[in-house]
């Protein structure tokens, strides 16, 4: 895995004699936001942040995706934030895509770089800063976490993809693999943040058609993906979000692996009202 290289957007604007035309989409079933959108005129900006920028690519939304929100950051050498979360009962995943920073949870700082990974559970003391001379862009995925009498919350992990072994999906011959950040089994926790990997040629061979809401971020490469009733052509640097039920699939399209940082909910009942 030291080979691998993953996508961040850097903004800026097309010129005037761009086409118009492009692969955005938002369905009932499913949205995708080509890496093309993300420029300057969509980013915003955060409370307590210094020296950051962010895309947001998913918030919770009222009959669509409810579960989560996910920011692509962008911190510029010396920022970051002494009060990143302002919400008590959010946990949160970052995952590193370009650069580096310092990250500090109740008071032991760790240093992540490209493939970095982060668990940091509700309520946890944390802090981030860019001590590198080099902008620094990471995925913030953010959750609000669903308690269950008689099992501990979760405790923070920090960790690099390259040190995780991928698991393989059985009858695949090693072509589909998932790199699991948390144990499946450890019912503490109630999203799961991994690295699915196709090699060229690979294919999920089913509609995949679940309850679990997804954000699919595309690190490396290319596929082409089943979504809801369409077939989607995407790239590194593309985003797709699902809602739950939407029939899912893809070939993975080579020449290289096809990578993408996934999102889902796991692990609790469902809700039976809305009080």
Known sequence: MTDTKYFSPTGGHPDQTTLLTDRAVFTDAYAVIPKGTMRDIVTSFLPFWEETRLWVIARPLTGFAETFSQYIMEVQPGGGS??????????????????????????????????????????????????????????????????????????????????????????????????????????????????????????????????????????????????????VEVEAGDYMWLRAFCPQACYAGGPGPFRYLLYKDVNRHMKLSLG
């Open 82 to 231: 002494d009060r990143p979360e302002l919400e008590p009962n959010a946990q949160g995943v970052l995952f590193v895509t370009e650069g580096g920073f310092s990250l500090t949870i109740d008071n032991k700082t760790h240093e992540l770089t490209e493939g970095g990974y982060a668990y940091l559970p509700a309520g946890a003391d944390w802090s981030l800063k860019n001590n590198t001379d080099t902008v620094t862009r990471f995925h913030w995925i953010r959750k609000a976490y669903e308690a269950v009498d008689g099992l501990d919350h979760p405790t923070p992990i920090v960790t690099n993809e390259r040190d995780v072994a991928p698991t393989v999906m059985p009858d695949t011959d090693g072509k589909w693999a998932t790199t699991r950040f948390v144990d499946p089994t450890d019912l503490r926790h109630d999203m799961h943040v991994t690295v699915v990997t196709f090699l060229p040629g690979a294919v999920i061979p089913f509609c995949e058609t679940h309850v679990m809401e997804h954000g699919l971020y595309v690190l490396e490469g290319k596929a082409v993906y089943r979504l809801n009733q369409d077939w």
